[in-house]
């Protein structure tokens, strides 16, 4: 069966560490995937996206790799902040002519102390 | 704001109800899209429009779930006798057809007693 996994325990981490998250997938050819950033009650909002023949993707403090020999993308949170506590969801998209049609993860929650 | 609106923001009804929820998605974006996202869980796909036109519905989009975009700007979802399971964050986003990002709005949440 398809799925997508991600870490379903919160992630507590101090503030100034690197988080890192996961995201698996089985039995999925994605074409590309993406990362996003969701606030309690609030819409996802979009962080990165990365392609199947890329390997890694920087925005500022944020590093997403795609490994599509181990079907697993990881996203760095570096020099992390309280206001980086949110759960971020990975998301497949399925067809590279059908931008759109994602599948999501179920996120995962990362707490930033001070 | 030129962001997404989805009006309500919050819907309470009885089972049996129909209701009807609002997107208005950024205004020169052409795709618009519905998901579903339960407590814990990621957004679920459920359909999605360019232009006027509807291309894709999800096989969790049942009879009782019907989407329009008349004029190709704003979106409506409705959902007729709703049920208890159909309890969830109703969520709205557009993008452009050649656009690789998806601008989500807040969401209606629904609960139906």
């Known amino acids: 069966s398809q799925k997508i996994e991600q870490n379903s325990e919160a992630l507590n981490i101090q503030e100034g560490k690197t988080a890192t998250l996961t995201c698996n997938y089985t039995n999925y050819s994605p074409a590309y995937l993406q990362w996003y950033r969701q606030d309690p009650g609030r819409g996802p909002v979009f962080l990165l996206l990365i392609r199947e023949n890329e390997k890694e993707k920087r925005k500022e403090r944020l590093k997403v790799t795609f490994d599509t020999t181990l079907k697993q993308s990881l996203f760095h949170i570096t020099a992390s902040q309280p206001a980086d506590s949110a759960t971020y969801l990975c998301?497949?998209?399925?067809?590279?002519?059908?931008?759109?049609?994602?599948?999501f993860g179920a996120g995962t929650q990362v707490v930033v102390t001070p | 704001d030129t962001g997404v609106s989805q009006d309500p923001r919050h819907k309470i009804t009885k089972r049996g109800q129909n209701v009807t929820f609002r997107c208005d998605p950024i205004?020169?974006?052409?795709?618009l899209y519905w998901y579903r996202q339960t407590l814990g869980q990621g957004p679920e796909f459920l359909t999605y429009?360019?232009?006027?036109?509807?291309?894709?519905k999800s096989r969790l989009l049942s009879d009782r779930f019907s989407a329009e975009r008349p004029k190709g700007s704003f979106s409506t979802l409705e959902i007729q006798r709703t049920e208890q399971g159909d309890s969830a964050m109703y969520l709205c986003?557009?993008?452009?057809?050649?656009?690789?990002?998806?601008?989500f709005g807040p969401g209606t949440r629904l609960l139906v007693l």
């Open positions: 986003a557009s993008s452009l057809a050649s656009g690789e990002t998806q601008y």
């Open positions: 998301a497949l998209g399925l067809e590279s002519d059908s931008w759109g049609k994602f599948q």
């Open positions: 429009f360019q232009n006027e036109a509807q291309l894709e």
């Open positions: 205004s020169e974006h052409n795709r």
